[in-house]
């Protein structure tokens, strides 16, 4: 059963505001992941954070931030919002080590208009 | 870097058939392989991993997978399906170095049960 919670579950905003989507983490877990999966798309990785530091970043610009906090929960911000932003962004949380699978939070329905 | 192929966008099986959903996978590098399972408007759930060892890999709900090295494929597949294994499934990998490269996704198979 995961345990990564993500908010808000839906969202709506315009073309070039900022927004921020927030994830829990699973308890234990020091690694978290964000994932944007446009719709009819597989998900595709933005980046990754261990130790509240970026170690690893998909092909997307860096409008894309990311925020990790001592308690591992994380924040993924994004700025100049264009309508293709438009997707479902994912969290994944994992224990960082060989092979350790990664957990899925529900997802944050983002809009841009 | 490493791609995924989902071989089939969308599968149409009857219900209690058997079922294979097809995924290939190409790395300079080994990697370890996922399929994952995704409800509508749902986040995904993994169904099983393979790592390393016996190349037969049982999830969950029934599914097991096959890793062929030499064919570069982790295809999926379950004896008997029901309705409720209607979703979308993704095939997933990433090196087993245990980078920070995060998940390659497939496009994903909608596995569509009719009864």
């Known amino acids: 059963e995961t345990g990564v919670t993500q908010s808000p579950t839906h969202l709506i905003k315009t073309r070039g505001q900022q927004v921020t989507l927030r994830c829990s983490s699973q308890?234990?877990?020091?690694?978290v992941s964000w994932y944007q999966q446009a719709l009819g798309q597989g998900p595709q990785f933005i980046f990754q954070?261990?130790?509240?530091?970026?170690?690893g970043r998909g092909n997307f610009p860096p409008r894309f931030s990311g925020l990790q906090f001592p308690n591992y929960s994380s924040e993924l911000n994004v700025n100049a919002l264009e309508l293709d932003d438009s997707a479902l962004y994912l969290c994944?949380?994992?224990?960082?080590?060989?092979?350790?699978?990664?957990?899925f939070g529900q997802g944050t329905r983002l809009t841009v208009v | 870097a490493q791609s995924v192929t989902q071989l089939d966008s969308q599968v149409p099986v009857f219900e209690e058939a058997p079922v294979e959903l097809r995924c290939n996978y190409s790395?300079?590098?080994?990697?370890?392989l996922f399929w994952y399972v995704q409800y509508p408007n749902q986040g995904l759930q993994l169904l099983l991993k393979?790592?390393?060892?016996?190349?037969l890999v049982k999830g969950i709900n029934g599914f097991e997978a096959e890793f062929n090295k030499s064919q570069t494929s982790f295809h999926l597949r379950k004896p008997s399906v029901h309705i409720s294994d209607t979703a979308e499934y993704f095939c997933?990998?990433?090196?087993?170095?245990?980078?920070?490269?995060?998940?390659?996704f497939g496009k994903g198979t909608h596995l569509i049960i009719q009864p």
């Open positions: 997933a990998a990433v090196a087993s170095g245990g980078g920070a490269d995060g998940l390659t």
């Open positions: 790395s300079s590098v080994s990697v370890y």
């Open positions: 308890s234990g877990h020091n690694t």
């Open positions: 994944a949380s994992s224990f960082r080590g060989s092979g350790t699978e990664a957990f």
């Open positions: 393979y790592l390393s060892g016996s190349t």
């Open positions: 954070y261990y130790r509240e530091e970026e170690n």
